[in-house]
């Protein structure tokens, strides 16, 4: 095995980067004024997410102050290299927890040449159903599950030559053989509530270097621009410490939990007295449409989930929908508390950790709501 890198540290140059230099050159000043801007976008394969930066002489308070920019879409997945400009609409701003100050995070959804959004744009369609529902105040809230990797994208603390204990005591687990790089995680959640991404909560999974995060809840199309800002700065935060985060619903085959997005969703009415009335409701018109759900429900229209949603390891079937009340093996999930004051909401727990929020939103909105 020698010469072959065992660690982390060894394998990644951005960990093994000597930390104390860089801080020196973020605390020099910056002339009055000005401020940098960091574009951040989702690219072709509808999954990964882009940025670069721009230095702006003022301080944006609207995503509509800010420039439309342009990038190479041949290099995104997305375009010809012959006809290869895509455009940058800002949508959303955040403050940059990296280099702090006045400097932003800018969303962007991404648009043609020809003026019409881009594949992986599923915001674009998702914001006119968002737009019809409006009077119905959609609430969501996404627990997003992610795998921490090494550099050599095996599972970060794993054995190289064999598997950790079985799953059991790595859930919400603490101690120095249950989880592995909480540092990652707590410089997440930190950077996410400074950037103002209305994170929730956050804990260990089942898999040993598998966490979650919750966003929301949040009203409307912002789930879908916050859920995007928190893991752009998920990988930003990871790249540092020279580990890879995936989203990959199944890193490990085998007995080891997935990785999901469960997607709590709920309506004004749902909300009100005896919305326990309208969460069944929703759950009958789900029933009806399970296909479309899946099809939504993560970047290759199934086929991803299709390792995940086995009806093992607190999934349920692909190819089945079912609901009940504290059931961790239905698509659908009644809290436990919201049964018992017959009112709150609904958990869809087929959604996929790499799935698109935009696409999760939109189905549920469309099928609960506008009856499509
Ligand atoms: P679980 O028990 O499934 O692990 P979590 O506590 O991880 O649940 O996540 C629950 C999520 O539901 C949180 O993100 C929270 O913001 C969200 N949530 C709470 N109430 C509502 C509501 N009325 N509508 C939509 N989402 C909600
Ligand atoms: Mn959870
Ligand atoms: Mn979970
Ligand atoms: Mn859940």
Redesign the pocket.
Known sequence: MHGMPNSTLEASPNAALNKTILPKYMDLPIPEGKIQAMYVWVDGTGENVRAKTRTLDFIPKDPSDLPIWNYDGSSCYQAEGGNSDMYLYPVAIFNDPFRRGNNKLVLCDTYKANGKPADTNKRHSCLKAMEAAKDHEP?????QEYTLLDMDLRPLGWPKNGFPGPQGPYYCGVGANKVYARDIVEAHYRACLYAGVNI??S?AEVMPAQW?Y????CEGISIGDQLWMSRFILHRVAEEFGVVATLDPKPMPGDWNGAGA?T???TKA??DENGIIEIEKAIDKLSRNHLRHIQAYDPKGGKDNERRLTGRHETSSIHDFSAGVANRGASI?I?RGCAEQKK??L?DRRPSSNCDPYSVCEALVRTCILNE
Not at 214 to 217: E, M, R, S
């Open positions: 609430w969501f809230g996404i627990e929730a909560g804990n979650e919750q966003v929301g809840p469960h709590n969703f709920s749902m909300r999930r809290p709150g909401y958990e």
